[in-house]
Structure formats: C-alpha cells, structure tokens
C-alpha cells in the first residue's frame, strides 16, 4: 500500500508592495512546516505549501513586471482591498497567513480578522515582520504589528531590540521570532570578476533630496570615468510610473539624463541575486542589498560622504567594518567586515542559512497543534489603550473601532469590471505623476 501523501501546508500572504510581497512569499516558503521544510522556493510547488498572494490594492500594488523580477510563483495570485481581504479571510480556511504590510496596514488587518473569526473555532496562524533593516520608527511599527502569533527578528540584534520595546511597554513578547531574510543565499564570492563591477544600489527615499541624489550619481559616474577597465552599474528598484514600498519623486533615470555617462555605466533593473553574481563591489548608502552582499561575502561599502545619519539609515552599519566614502573607493579601499557584527545581523552567521528557520517552524507547529485551537487576536492597541490613536489607522482601511467594515465600504462580493480596471490605472498614474513631477515643483516654489 503507498504511503500516504503529506498534506500541504496552506498558506496566505497579503502584501502591500513588490518588496514587501518578495519578502512575505519568500518567508512562507521557509517557515511552512512539513514537507515545504526541506524545500525552496524556487522547487517544485506541488512538494512546498500551497500558497495564495493577495494585493492590497494601494498606491504602491506591484505591476507584472515587478511581480515577475521578484520571481516567486503563487498558486493564485489577485489584488484585493481590505475589506475584501477580510471577507476571504472569514470564508476560507488556511493554517498560516503572512501579513506583509507596512505597520498601519499590520494593524488594522489584525483587528479587522478579530472581528472576522470571532463565530470561528480554528484559524490560521498570523505571522508579520519586516522587509529588511529597522532604523526608524521602532516602537512605533513594533507596537502596530503587536498581536501576531509571530513577529519575525530577522536577527539577533533585532529580537533583543523587539522584546526590549514589547517588555517595556507590558506586551507580551513571547511572539518575536528569530530568523533571518528569506531571500539570503546565493553563490559566495570567489574572487574578481572579468570586468571587474562595482555597483550601486539605489534606493528609492534615501537620500530623498535632489542635491544628495545629484551627488551621488555624479560620483557613481566619476568613479566610471576614473576606471574605465571596470563595469559601473546602477542597480535601479523600479522603472519610471511604477512604485516599491517606499514613494520615488527623483528617480535616477531622471537625474542620468542630464549627464553623459561613459561607455562602460550603465543602468540595470532584475533581481538582485542575480546582479550580485557578477559584483566585485557593492556600494549603497543602507540598502538591505548590503546585507545580500555580506551574507555572499562580496565586498560591500557602506558610504559615509552624506553622514552617518540616522535619516539615511547608514547608522545601522557603525560597527560594521563597512563605512567608506567615494573618495576611499576612488582610491582602492577594500573594506573588511567585522564578523562579529555580520554574525549578530543574522548573515553569514555559523551553521547552514536554512537553520535560521527552525525556530519561527517549531514554533508554528505548535501553534497549529494545540488541541483547543488559538485564542483571539490581542493587539497591545486597542480602544481602550490607544483611543486616540487606533481609530483613525482602522478608518484608513474602512474599519471602524471593532475591526467591523464601516458602511461604504468598498465592494466585496465581486471582482471589478473592465471601466472600473481603467479607472483605478488612471488614478495610479495620476498619484504617481502627482509625486514624481507636481510635489517637487510646488515644494521648490515655496522655497522661492
């Protein structure tokens, strides 16, 4: 008689963004417990969960093409909005949801499915983190994502950080989780390549003025013109009209425009492993594509010409071995990191990458194994502790201060039409043409 067929696991994830979906389905396939343990991402669907993707229908909904740089396959995959998110969420059963969101988002969604479980005698196990480095809004975004089953720390220093923030304020902390970035990994460098590439990673809000960004590309091109035997690229997360978690009014292929670049910079888009692959040096200001490249053991600097600032992020990296400046690099400086610090930020630490997991996996098994079920969400927020303060991020969602759908809300019960399609592209494009040309002119006209 053959042995019987393990179930898979299945698993939701909700995302808000391209970086924030690359990261939710990348961590459910590493925390799905069962036969999806030994598996990745990029293997057979049938052997990993089943897994389905909702986009939260926003400013910053990833286009095809974005979805299709992250390269991560979805069972299903459709755009939805919270309410009708919700609604899904009441009808269907799963045994873990990944909520991918920014910390509001995290937030409502955690009341709004108290609300909608509440008649329910099982539910999935919630799980919520962040994409990549946490350098502002600490409290602040911890304490929105309070109330998950499991709050990934993608490391050490990260966990002590969020048990230290929930502790301190009396929330119960036994939800932070260690693990690691699910999308680690990669060939380790071994040595220089033919030609030799530096690249940039560029961000889409650090630094966020004109002046900044205009520097550091021309010292990108500057270093191209100095080393002409060397490949420059100019990593870039989206192409003009589309938007990544955080909002771009200066793109770089606009700043480029007005310079000539030598023959051997250019612009290049596609995942970042890949680029990776064929990196001698990789410069950002705080890009997590900083800690991709220390896990790969490629030479990464952190650059230092714009401060070490707590607005740019690049506080993060003191201790690292990794702060340079353009001038050092021009130079020759190869940077040499401190493995101390590397190991406590959860990349290239001691052991295999996918050990990173085992805890966040146990821990949901748990979870998925108790007999009476799971008890209703608790949210450190609520009316009675937040009353000034929750009310308005549910609003946002068309939640109101029970987590119940205000009236109004939009439709639930039916996919939108074709007219109601191209409406909604207009209206993207018309918020995004808002952000990246009119915001711009009328800040510099109140500057006159």
């Known amino acids: 008689m053959p042995a019987s067929t393990p179930k898979r696991p299945r698993i939701a994830v909700l995302a808000d963004s391209d970086t924030r979906w690359k990261w939710g389905a990348l961590t459910a396939h590493r925390i799905a417990p069962g036969p999806s343990m030994e598996t990745g991402p990029d293997e057979d669907a049938q052997v990993g969960p089943a897994l389905d993707g909702f986009l939260l229908r926003g400013r910053a909904t990833p286009t095809p093409r974005q979805l299709e740089e992250v390269g991560v396959r979805a069972d299903s995959l459709r ?3 919270a309410v009708e998110f919700l609604r899904t969420m009441a009808e269907e059963s799963y045994d873990i949801l990944v909520l991918a969101l920014v910390g509001g988002g995290v937030q409502a969604m955690l009341h709004g499915l108290k609300r909608a479980w509440e008649n329910r005698t099982s539910r999935p196990v919630v799980v919520t983190g962040y ?4 350098y502002e809004k600490l409290a602040d975004g911890l304490l929105l994502r309070h109330g998950a089953d499991l709050v990934l720390a993608n490391s050490r220093q990260d966990a002590d950080r969020f048990r230290a923030v929930y502790e301190g304020v009396g929330a119960d902390a036994t939800s932070v989780t260690e693990v690691a970035l699910p999308f680690l990994g990669g060939a380790a460098y071994e040595g220089e390549h033919d030609p030799f590439t530096v690249v940039f990673a560029a961000q889409p809000s650090v630094p966020e003025n004109r002046k900044d960004r205009t520097y550091l590309l021309n010292r990108l091109v500057q270093h191209a013109r100095k080393h002409p035997e060397r490949e420059v690229l100019l990593k870039l997360r989206s192409k003009p009209g589309e938007h990544t978690t955080h909002i771009e009014e200066l793109p770089y292929q606009k700043l480029v425009q007005r310079l000539d670049p030598p023959a051997n910079f250019q612009l290049v888009y596609g995942n970042m492993g890949e680029v990776l692959d064929r990196t001698d040096l990789l410069v950002t200001v705080s890009s997590t594509a900083a800690l991709e490249s220390l896990h790969r053991r490629v030479p990464t600097v952190v650059l230092t010409d714009l401060g070490v600032r707590e607005a740019l992020g690049n506080h993060h990296f003191v201790g690292s071995g990794c702060l340079a400046s353009w001038d050092q690099l021009d130079a020759g400086h190869r940077p040499v990191p401190d ?25 949901i098994a748990k979870l998925l194994g108790r007999p009476a079920g799971l008890p209703p969400l608790a949210p450190y927020y609520t009316p009675v502790t937040a009353p000034g303060y929750l009310p308005g991020i549910l609003a946002r969602h068309h939640l109101g201060p029970d987590g119940t759908p205000l009236p109004g809300a939009p439709a639930a019960d039916r996919d939108p ?8 592209r207009a209206a993207r494009g018309a918020y995004r043409h808002g952000v990246q040309r009119v915001a711009p002119v009328i800040r510099r006209m109140g500057e006159l």
């Not at 994409?131 to 946490?134: R, S, T, W």
């Open 131 to 134: 994409v990549g480095v946490v």
């Open 339 to 363: 493995e101390e610090w590397v190991a406590r930020q959860g990349v290239a630490a001691e052991g295999p990458y996918e050990s990173a997991f085992d805890a966040a996996r146990e821990r």
């Open 79 to 81: 755009e939805v909005t």
């Open 417 to 424: 039409g074709p007219v109601r399609q191209i409406v909604r």
